[in-house]
């Protein structure tokens, strides 16, 4: 994968890295095999930081807003 560093390499080439997320997108870096930070530029990280609202705003918006959905009243297999 062409957009993993291992640690020591992301530490000794940083400039590469960072150069690479500004061009190609995030990078990933791994510590002894396993993935543990990923590298990205600010515009990224602001689009990833706006695409996230409150949950109460996801509710309102959705087209089932104004349709009448009651609670499930907690009988199982019993006609209601």
């Known amino acids: 994968m062409e957009n993993e560093w291992q640690l020591q390499d992301a530490k000794n080439k940083f400039s590469e890295v960072v150069n690479q997320a500004l061009s190609k997108g995030p990078q990933l870096i791994t510590r002894r095999g396993e993935k543990t930070v990923v590298l990205l530029s600010f515009v990224d990280y602001e689009k990833l930081c706006k695409a996230q609202g409150k949950l109460s705003d996801f509710f309102r918006a959705s087209p089932l807003a104004d349709s009448a959905v009651s609670r ?6 019993e006609d209601i």
């Open 72 to 77: 499930d009243n907690g009988k199982r297999g």
